[in-house]
């Protein structure tokens, strides 16, 4: 049976399709059923779209509550089998209506070597530091902002040639590779 799977992302979406084309040249057990996206004008939207993963894009404007938007997010995971769902740049802090729904099944990819650098700008914040070297976290998501239990992590170094853009692409690959290595790794040992 594939494990279904939802991504959620607010931006580009290079890791939502570096997971698609490896669920395919990996012929990993895995479906993504369906991007989740809450930017109505995200890149990864036509990724998507382009890739035939089915969209739903929620504008959390249009929702009194935080609660609300998650309600309809979750409608569609439903709907969409969902079992797994993955954060990929997703902007958003995940409340309790999906933490309850999702125990232990919602991961987060980072750019930095959590505890180290949290928050949305961990790729600035370390080359700001000043540190010879950086990494990517995927955790597992909790109520709180990036303190989830880590499930890995992977080194990156910061050369003293880097600007910010060298470092983010150097991450970047790292991530398209680690993601999906570890999306493989806890199927084949049924941790998800
Ligand atoms: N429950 C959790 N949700 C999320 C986590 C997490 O660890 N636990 N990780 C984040 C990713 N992230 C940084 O790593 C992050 C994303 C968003 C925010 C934030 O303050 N978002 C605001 C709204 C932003 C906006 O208006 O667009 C919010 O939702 O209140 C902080 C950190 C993903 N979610
Ligand atoms: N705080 C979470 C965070 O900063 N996530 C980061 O957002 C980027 C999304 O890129 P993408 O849209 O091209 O996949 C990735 O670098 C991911 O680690």
Not at 4 to 17: L, M, P, Y
Not at 29 to 54: G, Y
Not at 152 to 174: F, G, K, N, W, Y
């Amino acid at each position: 049976m594939l494990k279904k799977i939802a991504v959620f992302a607010s931006g580009n979406g290079t890791n939502f399709v570096a997971l698609q084309q490896a669920i395919i040249d990996r012929s990993i057990p895995a479906e993504i059923t369906l991007l989740v996206c809450d930017q109505s004008l995200a890149p990864v939207i036509k990724k998507a779209q382009d890739l035939q993963v089915p969209v739903l894009v929620v504008n959390f404007h249009d929702y009194a509550t935080k609660t609300a938007a998650e309600q309809i997010i979750l409608t569609a995971l439903q709907r969409a089998q969902v079992e797994v769902i993955l954060l990929a740049g997703y902007m958003r802090i995940i409340g309790a209506t999906l933490l309850t729904a999702y125990p232990h099944r919602i991961l987060n990819i980072h750019p930095a070597l959590l505890p180290k650098f949290p928050g949305r700008h961990g790729i600035e914040d370390a080359f700001q530091a000043g540190v010879s070297e950086t990494g990517v976290t995927i955790h597992y998501i909790d109520a709180g902002v990036d303190t989830g239990q880590v499930i890995d992590q992977r080194v990156v170094p910061v050369l003293s040639t880097d600007t910010i853009e060298s470092l983010a692409t150097r991450i970047h690959t790292v991530e398209h590779q680690f993601y999906p290595d570890v999306l493989q790794s806890l199927i084949n040992e049924g941790a998800i």
